[in-house]
């Protein structure tokens, strides 16, 4: 299994601010890379794949850049309705996500 | 609307066995793989077993072999994941998804089964 680390796990921010999320692969994963966002009770939402494609309807402060091993998802000003858990995923070797970064409101 | 509509909420006992469903509409069932994604309590995502309906192709991730059994049936565009001896330990939220392949992603998602084993 290639292990997928994120960091930090959590983090507190306030509206308007900028969050960067870190996404770690265990081996070189070139851009077979994902970004979900997760909210209690709803189903996980797919924002990124392939690194940094967006996905249709997902607001453009959502971004992702990165290659072989590291990687990074940001948002470039924190709306309510971005407090949520965010996952990684590979999709190199099988399936594996990161362990969740949640996102609160400071 | 393309949806993953999947059963309802379940209570079992140590030792049941347990078939939940995920039914796929609004695209062609059969040209999409269909992966089970497991949440337990207060943790993260976990990829178990996916599969092609077409020709029910399946893989499961090693943590998940031989402990559920993923199926499907084409007909009536249901994937399924089957326990045939629960345990305390499978207490969790179970979230079918389709797989998409170009890139890959999992890029529709059910609502989520959650399911309870307690004695």
């Known amino acids: 299994d290639i292990q997928m680390t994120q960091s930090p796990s959590s983090l507190s921010a306030s509206v308007g601010d900028r969050v960067t999320i870190t996404c770690r692969a265990g081996q070189s994963i070139s851009t077979y890379l994902n970004w979900y966002q997760h909210k209690a009770g709803k189903a996980p939402k797919l924002l990124i794949s392939?690194?940094?494609s967006l996905q249709s309807g997902v607001p453009s402060r959502f971004s992702g850049s990165g290659s072989g091993t590291d990687f990074t998802l940001s948002i470039s000003s924190l709306q309510p309705e971005d407090f949520a858990t965010y996952y990684c995923?590979?999709?190199?070797?099988?399936?594996?996500f990161g362990q969740g970064t949640k996102v609160e409101i400071k | 609307e393309v949806q993953l509509v999947q059963s309802g909420a379940e209570v079992k006992k140590p030792g049941e066995s347990l078939k939940i469903s995920c039914k796929g509409s609004g695209y062609s069932f059969t040209t999409y793989w269909i992966g089970w994604v497991r949440q337990m309590p207060g943790k993260g995502l976990e990829w178990m077993a996916i599969i092609y309906p077409i020709d029910s192709d399946t893989r499961y991730s090693p943590s998940f072999q031989g402990q559920v059994t993923i199926s499907a049936d084409k007909s009536i565009s249901t994937a399924y994941l089957q326990w045939n001896s629960l345990k305390a330990s499978d207490t969790a939220i179970y979230y079918c998804a389709r797989r998409r392949l170009a890139p890959d992603a999992f890029d529709i998602w059910g609502q989520g089964t959650m399911v309870t084993v307690s004695s």
């Open positions: 995923q590979q999709t190199y070797n099988t399936w594996t």
């Open positions: 392939d690194a940094s």
